[in-house]
């Protein structure tokens, strides 16, 4: 898959895609005609594009997922760390927590994936 940042634009029409996935292309143009106000032309640009990135395809006029909305958000999550934080989870959790307390019920969250990446290994 290509560069995984998507503008304001494409992540409203990639939500489409997500949340209405497998359409068809007809479809996702009235679709688009209706959230996003667009011409049929500017949705096959939009999605000729996206398929190009790897996130979609359009098979015989059906759109459907090759990288599913929690896919790309790990993969972006996973670049800001590496790109910001060289990498280290640690040193981004210290920062995020350093301007926003966590409530005991995120605290417990976080405690429960480490514990399943702990019995995992």
Wanted: hydrophobic letters at 40%; proline letters at 2%; glycine letters at 4%.
């Amino acid at each position: 898959m290509e560069e995984k940042k998507l503008g304001a634009v494409e992540s409203r029409f990639a939500d489409l895609i997500w949340e209405n996935a497998p359409i068809s292309s007809t479809a996702l143009v009235r679709l688009c005609e209706q959230e996003l106000d667009w011409k049929k032309s500017t949705t096959y640009t939009v999605l000729k594009k996206m398929c190009q990135r790897g996130l979609f395809q359009n098979d015989r006029g059906i759109v459907s997922v090759l990288v599913t909305k929690e896919e790309f958000a790990a993969a972006q999550s996973e670049r800001f760390v590496e790109e910001t934080f060289a990498g280290s989870l640690p040193a981004f959790l210290a920062a995020f927590t350093s301007r926003k307390r966590l409530s005991e019920g995120e605290v417990d969250e976080i405690q429960k994936l480490i514990d399943a990446y702990r019995e995992g290994r």
